[in-house]
């Protein structure tokens, strides 16, 4: 089994790569830092998996590294059984705008997490496979206008940011499965928990669980032999999404304005 994981270096995602690493034959995991940044998480993860491991590095606040990213996974690996899109960050205090123009935190967390699916689809048609998404509760609260994607005309906020982006991440999940053009992988996003991480403590003054509870929470995801069919897990559980996301023409509106922000960044799809 090859499993693809973003945003592996940090919090849930490097607690993610250590529960992976003993249960796939190649694991490509991908952070932001340079590779010498990360040399001791490698060789642990290495030393745990029965075949490969792989570093790859990409900076989601540009669309072409993601694409490039996508590119190297390809020559790498024939199949994809599981792409893991954990890579996020908190909104940030004002409205920031990505490398390609974009609102940031909807770029790193959503745009870069379609764009890395659309570009992997044809290897995880391969083999099968599935696409996770680590979402958040947070989204349950949000509202998300499909053509203000950019908050350019919404009042804004890191709190609304960030529950927007994972709105937006739950929408496609069930999109992928119901109104992609077929065929199409499985898919599902996931809740992980209220998580102790840096990314949590920029936003709330909170509390929470462990990384490796939220871990689990993602990997249990990620390899159930259950299809999930575009659903939405709060932790382990099936559960009601916000009610945007059951909405067909809230879906395709989002996707269509999803793919003309890409195009606008350069990116064909």
Not at 122 to 149: K, Y
Request: hydrophobic share 40%; net charge negative; proline share 6%.
């Amino acid at each position: 089994m090859t499993v693809v994981l973003t945003g592996a270096t940090s919090g849930i995602g490097e607690a993610a790569a250590r529960l992976l690493a003993p249960r796939v034959a190649q694991l490509i995991v991908h952070g932001p830092q340079r590779p010498q940044d990360v040399t001791e998480q490698l060789k642990e993860l290495r030393a745990a998996c029965p075949g490969e491991v792989r570093y790859m590095q990409a900076d989601f606040d540009s669309l072409a590294a993601v694409d490039a990213l996508a590119f190297d996974i390809s020559k790498n690996t024939d199949r994809v059984d599981v792409l893991i899109n954990n890579a996020g960050r908190p909104g940030s205090p004002r409205r920031q705008l990505s490398h390609d123009g974009n609102e940031a935190t909807l770029q790193t967390n959503y745009l870069a997490a379609v764009l890395l699916t659309e570009r992997l689809t044809p290897l995880l048609l391969t083999s099968g496979g599935r696409v996770v998404h680590v979402a958040s509760a947070t989204h349950l609260s949000a509202s998300l206008d499909p053509e203000d994607l950019n908050l350019e005309r919404s009042r804004y906020s890191a709190t609304i940011a960030y529950a927007r982006s994972k709105l937006a991440l739950v929408a496609h999940a069930r999109w992928l499965v119901e109104q992609a053009p077929p065929p199409e992988p499985d898919a599902v996003s996931v809740h992980p928990g209220v998580i102790r991480t840096a990314l949590l403590h920029a936003m709330f003054d909170i509390g929470g669980d462990s990384v490796s509870h939220g871990a689990r929470n993602v990997v249990d995801a990620a390899l159930s032999t259950s299809g999930w069919a575009g659903q939405y897990l709060d932790e382990r559980r099936p559960a009601l999404p916000n009610p945007m996301a059951l909405d067909p023409d809230f879906r395709d509106r989002l996707a269509e304005q999803t793919f003309d922000l890409l195009h606008a960044s350069g990116q064909s799809v």
